[in-house]
């Protein structure tokens, strides 16, 4: 008798535990993976080499070196370059693969990477997320814009947006992988058509400026208030390094330590 096979699926960011907690998957029966490494930000050229790989910890550590959880920050790269082998390995095996792909930028480029690793004829598939909606737990209607924006019992009803990936499908994931290698920007978000594009780093610089003023407020209120400005574009920990760049740059001044969002304060340079 043979074995049944398991269906692959992909999430990010943890994305793994709203799905255990929604019930609608016995994870006995599915093989389940995650990648968390951010890649809306940092070099991002050639990670399946050493060299790619060593470029981008660099970078990392150069912009998160004093943060505490620098060191998770390194270890998620070694961990999404172990776990996307596994993948490749195991998409051979396996039944069909499903990738949870959110509307965002570090998704997006995870799943163009995922897909150019993947070289087998089993069916795929791909969350769209661009026109979920679903009831929250007040029964209002909401559009989540990824699995970190979904509640474990709105699942089910997510699961139904899977597209099935043709040829022509998996061509342009592809592209879009080689095309965000080749670019040297450190930077890439999303734009109103939910395209990849590729910033300055400087690029939120501007919104962190114009939320300080000339009296001292506390970083994570700046950083909290443009997070909320450009609809969470990236995460708090960049806009920290911004932050902390503009200190430098004697456009603002602080106080404190200039470490954590909650260890120091800003305001205007006078």
């Keep these: 008798m043979s074995l049944k096979l398991k269906d692959l699926h992909l999430t990010f960011r943890n994305g793994n535990r709203t799905l255990f907690d929604s019930a609608v998957f016995e994870p006995d029966t599915i093989l389940f993976h995650s990648l968390v490494d951010d890649l809306s930000?940092?070099?991002?050229g050639d990670l399946s080499s050493m060299d790619g790989v060593k470029k981008r910890k660099e970078w990392l550590?150069?912009?998160?070196?004093?943060?505490?959880?620098?060191?998770?920050?390194?270890?998620?790269?070694?961990?999404?370059?172990?776990?996307?082998?596994?993948?490749?390995?195991?998409a051979g095996r396996c039944k069909d693969i499903y990738i949870w792909t959110g509307r965002d930028s570090s998704e997006i480029i995870g799943t163009a990477r995922v897909l150019s690793q993947i070289?087998?004829?089993?069916?795929?598939?791909?969350?769209?997320?661009?026109?979920?909606?679903v009831r929250n737990i007040h029964?209002?209607?909401?559009?989540?814009?990824?699995?970190?924006?979904?509640?474990?019992?709105?699942?089910?009803?997510?699961?139904?947006?899977?597209?099935p990936q043709k040829s022509s499908d998996l061509n342009k994931w592809e592209s879009l992988w080689k095309k965000v290698q080749s670019e040297s920007s450190v930077l890439r978000i999303l734009d109103k058509d939910g395209a990849i594009g590729h910033k300055h780093e400087t690029y939120?610089?501007?919104?962190?400026?114009?939320?300080?003023s000339g009296e001292?407020?506390?970083?994570?209120?700046?950083?909290?208030?443009?997070?909320?400005?450009?609809?969470?574009?990236?995460?708090d920990s960049y806009l920290n390094w911004r932050l902390q760049e503009l200190v430098q740059e004697k456009?603002?001044?602080?106080?404190?330590?200039?470490?954590?969002?909650?260890?120091?304060?800003?305001?205007?340079?006078?």
Excluded: W
Aim: net charge neutral; glycine share 4%; aromatic share 8%.
């Design 41 to 44: 930000i940092g070099p991002i």
């Design 61 to 90: 550590e150069k912009t998160f070196g004093d943060l505490i959880y620098k060191d998770k920050i390194l270890s998620d790269l070694d961990n999404d370059v172990a776990t996307i082998s596994t993948i490749a390995e195991e």
């Design 119 to 133: 070289k087998c004829d089993k069916r795929i598939y791909v969350l769209d997320f661009s026109n979920i909606l």
């Design 139 to 163: 029964g209002e209607i909401v559009s989540p814009k990824s699995l970190m924006q979904t509640a474990s019992f709105q699942i089910k009803d997510v699961a139904k947006h899977f597209k």
């Design 204 to 212: 939120f610089d501007k919104i962190l400026l114009s939320n300080s």
């Design 216 to 235: 001292f407020q506390k970083a994570a209120r700046v950083i909290g208030q443009t997070l909320a400005d450009i609809h969470s574009a990236v995460s």
């Design 251 to 270: 456009k603002l001044e602080f106080c404190g330590r200039l470490i954590e969002i909650r260890d120091y304060e800003v305001r205007l340079y006078n």
